[in-house]
């Protein structure tokens, strides 16, 4: 190994003659497939026999590009290329896969003025016989770039059969990246947000946007679109309404809600493109134990994270505008780029009695313990990271802070941004900040142990249900995890997983009087929450006239009401008492309602509920838990 002398006087990058264009830098549109150059420009210290370049196509922030067949050469006569591509973790649920390419430069030294050109998507030849086009990311992104590293000195160990080491090497990375734009491909689906409770009296604001195959948001979409609500019951006004589009391609109007009881939805069409889309069920009659229903995504992150993708406001704008969420809290990772912007945003976001912001982060140990998110009533909180996870909670404000365990069946797998990390570890308690568990997110649901649709990951010893048998009192919460500034949104490559294969997601009900901070709070505090995965399925459960989170007395005989209205037909609905299904109901339709009577021979913990629709989606609900006398 050589020295690295020349690199010290730029700070172990690439000296700043060494650039690098891509070839054609025009913008291209998601997923789309094609040949792309990346053309290196020598320096004056040319490139030696043995160096060459590193390329890492988009990968950081959930972006995957696939590279397609590569191919290299230089422009001086007598030069070879040997080309390496490696393509990283294979396939997980929990590390990136994304290839990183390696020119190497055999025959004849480069001189400055030289260049290299290493060729991504090259369509072949009888040579290389076969064509395999590179492919653009799925998410739009400005300026997306290709990380170009170059070894000037021939330093990298190439006879090595393992060279050369991810991440390591002698590669210095170029002080300008050669960027490309990556902009949504064409209007594929309307997506429309309807309010879930604005029941009776009055118009309510209806969003619709337009959105891409890869589910990426058309800001620049232009249209006059239809509106309609479809009834399915008596009483049920049918109205139409014209909806333009402005901002951001956002098309908003006021429409009429049904009167009387009845379920209905809101159709779109776009007459121009034909595009059509249609709301979630509304039911302004579905009100839990008397309760409106809010929803909310309490697990997602942006850019101020080191492995998310968007800016913040993006962020506040999607959940609120396009995933019609009624509360969010962004959980950027501790150590957050930018705290402060963090705590900045989320109280130039809450608006009490339309959107609520909570202030919160993400706090993963490493090797230890499992992730935590941490949750704040209050503007300009802290952001502590004690080592030791039981210190947690002497830096938390009582009352005025929670603390969710999430993912808490499964791990990492292996090395990840942060290390190996752990199954939730559930020694780690306190009953006043730890009183919900994340049932469901973008990875799996965690219910139980078993694998076993829709959870898909487990095994590890600390499910929801194995949490509860412990004895600890945790409401259901479901949040996506998006990594894509996307709330709600159960698009996200996860660890290079295309979102075309995520089966779930993760979304949270709160059961509250109004859309505020404090009255969503005491809604959480008192549990009063079902989880689903990302759809807007109605839920009630109730144990003697008690709502789901409660704590009721013994009794002799409990009965145990749910209802349900599914965003498809649903399946079938269970009754789990103390970690065993006791009562189950096949249902074939969208609406259910039943009761059962349960006299259980022992008096048991817990009960909750739990909807499978046909589709695979599912909802649970809060366990009611049983005072012992
Ligand atoms: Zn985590
Ligand atoms: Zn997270």
């Known amino acids: 190994m050589k020295s690295d002398s020349i690199y010290e006087q730029t700070a172990g990058q690439a000296p700043a003659d060494y650039t690098a264009r891509i070839v054609p830098d025009s913008s291209v549109t998601v997923g789309q497939h094609g040949t792309w150059d990346i053309v290196i420009i020598v320096g004056v210290q040319g490139i030696a026999l043995g160096g060459g370049v590193r390329i890492a196509p988009p990968h950081r922030e959930k972006q995957r590009w696939d590279v397609g067949n590569v191919v290299a050469a230089t422009s001086v006569p007598g030069t070879s290329v040997h080309v390496r591509v490696e393509n990283g973790h294979p396939l997980s649920y929990h590390h990136s896969q994304y290839p990183v390419i390696y020119a190497v430069l055999e025959g004849k030294p480069l001189k400055a003025g030289d260049t290299l050109t290493v060729t991504l998507g090259h369509p072949g030849s009888y040579i290389s016989g076969f064509r395999q086009p590179a492919q653009a990311q799925d998410i739009i992104s400005v300026d997306t770039f290709f990380e170009v590293g170059v070894d000037i000195e021939g330093n990298t160990d190439y006879s090595n059969p393992d060279y050369p080491v991810r991440g390591g090497g002698r590669h210095f990375p ?32 209806v969003f619709v946007h337009a959105r891409d195959a890869f589910g990426n948001v058309c800001e620049s979409f232009q249209g006059t679109l239809k509106l309609e609500t479809v009834g399915d019951s008596d009483g049920t006004l049918e109205t139409e309404a014209d909806a333009t589009t402005g901002d951001r391609g956002l098309a908003n109007a006021r429409i009429d809600v049904p009167a009387r009881n009845g379920v209905f939805l809101v159709r779109a069409r776009d007459e121009a493109s034909g595009i059509i889309g249609k709301s979630w069920p509304v039911a302004p009659y579905f009100r839990p134990s008397g309760y409106n229903i809010y929803w909310g995504d309490m697990h997602n992150h942006t850019n101020l994270s080191g492995d998310g993708v968007r800016d913040i406001d993006d962020a506040y704008w999607y959940a609120r505008h396009i995933s019609g969420l009624d509360f969010v809290a962004i959980t950027d990772h501790e150590g957050s780029k930018d705290w402060e912007r963090s705590q900045a945003c989320a109280k130039a976001y809450n608006a009490p009695g339309e959107f609520t912001a909570f202030l919160a982060y993400e706090y993963s140990w490493a090797g230890a313990y499992g992730h935590r998110n941490v949750y704040y009533l209050d503007d300009d909180m802290p952001c502590p990271t004690p080592d030791d996870a039981n210190d947690l909670w002497d830096q938390l404000p009582p009352g005025r802070a929670l603390v969710i365990p999430h993912h808490p069946n499964t791990h990492s797998e292996g090395g990840t941004t942060f290390g ?36 898909i990951l487990g095994g590890n010893g600390s499910s929801a249900r194995s949490a509860l048998a412990k004895g600890l009192r945790l409401g259901f919460v479901g949040g996506t995890d998006n990594h894509r500034g996307h709330p709600g949104s159960r698009m996200d490559t996860m660890g290079g997983i295309s979102f075309r294969l995520r089966p ?4 949270t009900a709160v059961l509250a009087s109004e859309c505020t901070r404090e009255s969503l709070w005491e809604a959480l505090l008192a549990r009063r929450t079902y989880a689903t995965t990302c759809e807007h399925i109605l839920l009630d459960f109730s144990v003697n006239g008690a709502c789901m989170g409660s704590a009721i007395a013994a009794e002799a005989e409990y009965t ?30 969208a609406a259910c309602e039943h009761e059962w009577s349960d006299r259980p021979a022992e008096q048991p913990a817990y009960y909750y509920a739990r909807v499978i629709q046909k589709d695979g989606n599912a909802a649970w609900a809060s366990p009611i838990w049983i005072e012992s006398k």
């Open 504 to 507: 779930v997601g993760g979304i």
């Open 420 to 455: 190996r990390w752990q199954p939730t570890d559930w020694s780690v308690h306190h009953p006043e900040f730890q009183r919900h568990v994340e049932i469901c997110q973008l990875r799996g649901s965690f219910e139980v142990e078993e694998v076993g649709a829709p959870v």
């Open 560 to 589: 145990i009401r749910v209802a349900a209205l599914g965003t498809n037909d649903v399946a079938r609905i269970d009754v789990i008492r103390d970690g065993e299904e006791v009562h189950s109901l096949a249902v074939n339709d």
């Open 174 to 205: 170029l002080q300008q990246q050669p960027a490309i734009d990556v902009i949504p491909a064409a209007p594929a689906a309307l997506g429309i947000v309807v309010p879930q409770f604005e029941a009776g009296e009055g118009p309510a604001q």
